[in-house]
C-alpha cells in the first residue's frame, strides 16, 4: 500500500497545520493508521494514531494539542497540529498496519514530509 503525505511546511510558534495522508487502495483492510515523526541523530517516535474502531493514541507531549482523524471514503488520515512550538519540528511520516483476509498484518510508510517552527 502506498502512502502519500502532504501538507509540511514552515510556521511560527503558537500556528497551525494539517498534515494529510492518502493511501492507495487495495485489498488490505487498514487496521491502524497514524503519524510519527523523527529528528536527526533520533529514532522515529510515534506522534499519534488511530485504530479501526476510532480509538486514538497520542504522545504526551502532543495530547491536546494535535488530532488524528481518518476519512475512509477517501483513504485518508489526517493530523491536525495546534499550538505549534520548535520541537515540533521534525519530518512527519504517515504509517499504516494493513491486514489481509487471513489475519496477516502489513506495514507501509509514507515519504515523509517537514514541518519547521520557528521565528
Known amino acids: 500500500v502506498q502512502l502519500v503525505e502532504s501538507g509540511g511546511g514552515m510556521v511560527q510558534p503558537g500556528d497551525s497545520l494539517t498534515l494529510s495522508c492518502i493511501f492507495s487502495?487495495?485489498?488490505?483492510?487498514?487496521?491502524?493508521l497514524g503519524w510519527h515523526r523523527q529528528t536527526p541523530g533520533n529514532q522515529r517516535e510515534l506522534v499519534a494514531d488511530i485504530i479501526s474502531d476510532g480509538a486514538t493514541n497520542y504522545a504526551d507531549s502532543v495530547q491536546g494539542r494535535f488530532t488524528v482523524s481518518r476519512d475512509r471514503p477517501r483513504n485518508a488520515v489526517y493530523l491536525q497540529l495546534n499550538s505549534l512550538k520548535p520541537e515540533d519540528t521534525a519530518v512527519y511520516y504517515c504509517?499504516?498496519?494493513?491486514?489481509?483476509?487471513?489475519?496477516?498484518?502489513?506495514?507501509?510508510w509514507g515519504q515523509g514530509t517537514q514541518v519547521t517552527v520557528s521565528n
Open positions: 504509517n499504516g498496519i494493513f491486514v489481509d483476509d487471513k489475519g496477516y498484518d502489513y506495514t507501509s
Open positions: 487502495r487495495s485489498s488490505l483492510t487498514p487496521y491502524r
